[in-house]
């Protein structure tokens, strides 16, 4: 960039470039976390569902002893793991929609871009 008193020339091909590589680094910046993330995310469900299921069998067991089927059973508790599921599912999107566009917010603000 070449400055005088009464001159500003800036090369605009070079901060384009820049910008583009900057993306580029944030991109990579953002697959990285999102990679620790689901890592972690699936670790996390492991020791729950595990949890769960320890859980469950007590429970099974107890039902089984006042009368309640096999088939009875299992549909309970499919009907139990599809509700935790589906609310799970939609807080986990709502969730992760509003942070995501916080970040966004917050990126293009801080890169002085133009938002969307």
């Known amino acids: 960039m070449f ?28 697959y990285v976390i999102a990679s620790m993330i689901f890592i972690l995310t699936f670790f996390l469900l492991l ?20 009368g309640v089927t096999k088939q009875e059973g299992k549909r309970i508790f499919m009907y139990e793991a599809s509700c935790l599921m589906a609310g799970a599912i939609l807080l986990g999107v709502i969730n992760g929609t509003i942070v995501s566009r916080c970040a966004a917010y917050l990126f293009y603000m801080m890169a002085e871009l133009p938002l969307y």
């Open 47 to 66: 020791v729950a569902f595990s949890q769960n299921t320890k859980d469950n069998i007590w429970e099974y067991g107890v039902m089984r002893s006042m």
């Open 3 to 30: 400055t005088s008193p009464d001159l500003v020339l800036i090369d605009k091909w070079s901060m384009i470039k820049a910008s583009e590589q900057f993306g580029l680094v944030m991109d990579i910046f953002t």
